[in-house]
């Protein structure tokens, strides 16, 4: 019944989970950080320290700020936000953004679950203002055959000709029904290219991140960011389906075109970071293991500095 999602969790235990074993040597707090938060102590207040653990009652009482000191709790529950909307098919060589969306799924969701730990997703296509399936939480590598195999599904039928318009990805609706739909405080991965029609997304990370554990996986492609100088093109937009004629000669152009990219992106850091989220970024033409490992280790160094 998941023959597609066995080989694609077979492939990836080769090539990407085998070396990240090697690599995290069992330090899986390097990549996540655990939902589940048992109470251990008060301290004074540090520059570094997350606002929200701040116990306000005991700071009134103190005159001064105190955090509350919680130990991670071994099981978590983790949600995977999947944005599969029409932009995630691009790509400049073979690998899209849609395929880099459904490999860290497939990866993060299968170290959680070795864990003991409960996974569950909400896969978005843009095709209405609701997530077009949602996987409750669950257990097990059966489980997680289940999450890829319904998200393969999704993909594969949006991969169909469509004889609709393409709709623009209004990315706040499903970031607002990911936070009305998780209870209790969780992980929660979403996973996109964060080109949304409207930039409403970013209030809605705020609300998210309050409550949850946020890892914003940005996925990318370097031709969004730098135009090659290959003459005249057509570029269409995938989700309105417009096009326009180029000039990739055209230096001016095309340093335009970097700046605008460039302004893009320092502006989706900026609400991310303004948000509280932790950001990972991908690119179609990067190895996923060695994007992984290195955001392991600068998370890792942070974590060691603060301690």
Known sequence: MYLAAER???????????????????????????AGLVFADLREYQAYDDVRHIDWNVTARMQTPYVRVHHEDREMS??????????MDFTSNQTSKRDIAIQIVTVLASLLAKRGNRVGALVYSAASTRADIVVPTGQGRRHVLQLL?????????????RKDAPQPTQLHHLIDQTAALCKRRS??????DFLSQTDDWKNSMARLSRRHDVLAV??????????????????????????????????GFRRRFEEAGTARQQSILQALSHAGSSHLSLRTDKALDTSLIE????RKQRRLAHA
């Not at 983790?78 to 944005?83: E, G, K």
């Not at 195999?149 to 000709?161: D, I, M, N, V």
Request: glycine share 8%; hydrophobic share 40%.
């Open 218 to 251: 940005q996925i990318g492609d370097p031709a969004e960011r730098e135009l090659p100088n290959v003459g005249m093109l057509v570029m269409q937009d995938a989700e309105t389906g417009e096009q326009i004629l180029l000039d990739g000669n055209d230096v």
């Open 8 to 34: 694609l969790l077979q492939r990836l235990e080769w090539t990407v989970l085998k070396r990240l074993d090697g690599q995290l040597q069992g330090d899986y707090r390097s990549l996540f950080r655990g």
């Open 295 to 298: 955001f392991a280790r600068l």
């Open 149 to 161: 195999h319904r998200l393969q599904g999704t993909t594969a039928t949006l991969s169909k000709p």
């Open 78 to 87: 983790a949600w995977f936000v999947v944005d599969v909307s029409p932009s």
């Open 187 to 192: 992980s929660v991965f979403v996973i996109s």
